[in-house]
Nanobody, 115 residues
Framework: QVQLVESGGGLVQAGGSLRLSCAAS????????LGWYRQAPGKQRELVAD???????NYADSVKGRFTISRDNAKNTVYLQMNSLKPEDTAVYYC?????????WGQGTQVTVSS
């Protein structure tokens, strides 16, 4: 089992920045990739960004150039730096770990961007 705990969400004005963190514990050796997803009210959960062990990153088109995903393997933590935030970025952001055919989710952290 892998446990994921997100932090760093909050309320910010449009154009502002937030940094989300996701700390992993448990069977972390089984993790191949870590990612951030988000779900806005009435919408499906969508990929924001993910990063593999080989530090290969992938971003949704809507966040390219504004968000940066990174990982600190020594701390078993993945980060999402979000700049130039827009009201449409408002959502619950979830951390996901994937490995050995299993996926694990954090509890989510709310990000609200006011106009």
């Amino acid at each position: 089992q892998v446990q994921l705990v997100e932090s760093g969400g909050g309320l910010v004005q449009a154009g502002g920045s937030l940094r989300l963190s996701c700390a992993a514990s448990g069977f972390i050796f089984s993790i191949d990739s870590l990612g951030w997803y988000r779900q806005a009210p009435g919408k499906q959960r969508e990929l924001v960004a993910d990063i593999t062990l080989g530090v290969i990153t992938n971003y949704a088109d809507s966040v390219k150039g504004r968000f940066t995903i990174s990982r600190d393997n020594a701390k078993n933590t993945v980060y999402l730096q979000m700049n130039s935030l827009k009201p449409e970025d408002t959502a619950v952001y979830y951390c996901k770990a994937f490995g050995r055919g299993n996926e694990y989710w954090g509890q989510g952290t709310q990000v609200t961007v006011s106009s």
